[in-house]
C-alpha cells in the first residue's frame, strides 16, 4: 500500500484517500495472496503420481539456474504447452534439490478443490489475465514486486496455453512488474517446456479453430480420458540468467526489448523432439525413404540456428517421432508410405518449431 504507484492511484493532490478504490484493492489483494507449504507441496507427489508416472522429466541447463540463485532472487520465465507444466516444471526444479518458485497462474485454474491446492499448498497466484481495470493492473504489479523481495517467481510469457502449437509473443505485465522490484538482486532465467506429446493435443487445435475456450472442470475430464495410454518425455531446458538491473521499469522500449530478448531464448531454448520434426516435415502419401531426407534438410537449417536438437538425424527422427505419433492415433504407416488420420493434432505438433524455421528467425528482433 505505501508503493507509489498505489499510493498515487488511491490519493488525490490533497492526499485525500479514496475509500471506494481502497476496498477494490484490499479484495484484490485477498484474491492475489496464497502460500506455499513445501513439505505438503513435496508430498503431492504421491497422489499425484499416476499422472506423473506418464511424463519423465529431463532438466537441462540446471547451472544456470544454480548461478542465478546463488546471485539473488529468479524470475523464471517460461513458455506454455499444457496444464502439466504447473506440476512439471517446478517439479524438475525440486528433483535437483531447488525450491519451486511460487507461479502466476490464470484464475479459471482456481475453482473447487484443486483451486484450494493451488492457493493453500501449491503456492499458485491467480491472475485475471484479460482484466483491464487499471485498479486491478497497479495492484498486481506493485503485489508481484513485493512478492520477488522474498521468493522467486516462475510465470508463463505467453499468458496462457499455445493453443495452435506455436510460440506466441510474450506479454509484459508480469516482466513490468518484475522491473519494479529490487533489481540489483533480480535476475530473469528463461527456460522451455517441450512435450513428445502434450496430453492435450486433441483438444488445444480444436478449440483454436472454435475461437472459444471450455470450464476448467470440463478440459480435466477430457484430459482423464485422453491419459489412457499416454507416455511423454517432458524436457525443462534452463538458459543462461538476465540481469535486470540496466533494464529501466519506466522504459517502454527497455520492456519490449527485454520481453523479446527473453522470448528469442525460450525460442532457442525449446527441445526440437522427433515428434515436430515429423509433423513439420511429413505431408500425406509421402514415401517415408523421402521423409528422412527432408528431414536431415531440416536438421542441417535447424542446427545452423542453434536449435537444441535431440536428435542428429532424419532416421533417428522418423525411427522416434513415427512411433510416438502412430501410437497416439495422428500418423500411419501403409506401404512404405506415411498417411495422416488427424490433420488438426499434426498440425499443432509441426507449428512447435515454426519460429525456428521462419525467415531469418525473426523471435526476439
Excluded at 541447463?61 to 523464471?76: F, K, N, P
Excluded at 508410405?337 to 499434426?346: E, S
Aim: cysteine-free.
Amino acid at each position: 500500500m505505501a508503493r507509489d504507484e498505489v499510493a498515487r492511484y488511491l490519493g488525490d493532490s490533497a492526499g485525500t484517500v479514496d475509500d471506494d478504490a481502497r476496498q477494490r484493492l484490499e479484495t484484490y489483494l485477498d484474491e492475489l495472496r496464497t502460500t506455499q507449504r513445501y513439505r505438503f507441496y513435496r508430498a503431492l507427489q504421491h497422489p499425484l503420481y499416476p499422472i506423473l508416472r506418464k511424463v519423465d522429466r529431463v532438466a537441462e541447463g540446471l547451472d544456470h539456474v544454480r548461478a542465478a540463485i546463488g546471485a539473488g532472487r529468479v524470475v523464471y520465465v517460461s513458455n506454455h504447452k499444457s496444464h502439466l507444466d504447473y506440476l512439471v516444471e517446478p517439479l524438475v526444479l525440486d528433483d535437483h534439490a531447488i525450491r519451486p518458485p511460487l507461479t502466476a497462474a490464470g484464475i479459471n485454474l482456481f475453482g473447487g478443490p484443486l483451486g484450494l491446492l493451488h492457493r493453500h499448498v501449491t503456492g499458485a497466484i491467480p491472475i485475471r489475465r484479460n482484466s483491464k481495470d487499471p485498479l486491478y493492473l497497479v495492484t498486481l504489479r506493485a503485489y508481484m514486486a513485493e512478492i520477488l523481495e522474498r521468493r522467486d517467481l516462475l510465470y508463463y510469457a505467453e499468458g496462457g496455453r499455445s493453443y495452435t502449437g506455436e510460440l506466441k509473443s510474450p506479454k509484459t505485465g508480469l516482466l513490468q512488474a518484475a522491473l519494479l522490484a529490487n533489481r540489483a538482486e533480480l535476475s530473469v532465467v528463461p527456460m522451455a517446456v517441450a512435450y513428445d506429446l502434450v496430453l492435450e493435443d486433441r483438444m488445444l487445435p480444436r478449440a483454436a479453430l472454435k475461437k472459444r475456450k471450455r470450464p476448467f472442470s470440463q478440459e480435466v475430464a477430457e484430459m482423464v480420458r485422453h491419459a489412457v495410454g499416454y507416455h511423454s518425455r517432458a524436457f525443462v531446458s534452463f538458459g543462461a540468467p538476465l540481469p535486470l538491473a540496466d533494464y529501466d521499469p519506466h522504459a517502454r522500449r527497455d520492456l519490449v526489448t527485454l520481453a523479446h530478448r527473453i522470448q528469442h531464448a525460450i525460442g532457442l531454448l525449446h527441445k526440437v523432439l522427433p515428434t515436430a520434426l515429423v509433423a513439420t516435415v511429413g505431408r500425406p502419401r509421402m514415401p517415408i525413404d523421402e521423409l528422412r531426407s527432408r528431414i536431415d534438410d531440416t536438421i542441417t537449417i535447424l542446427r545452423a540456428q542453434g536449435a537444441n536438437l535431440a536428435v542428429q538425424t532424419g532416421r533417428e527422427a522418423v525411427d522416434q517421432g513415427l512411433a510416438a505419433l502412430t501410437d497416439r492415433g495422428v500418423v500411419v504407416v501403409q506401404d512404405g508410405r506415411l498417411r495422416v488420420r488427424d490433420r488438426f493434432v499434426m498440425r499443432y505438433y509441426g507449428r512447435a518449431i515454426d519460429h525456428l524455421l521462419a525467415p531469418a528467425s525473426t523471435i526476439g528482433t
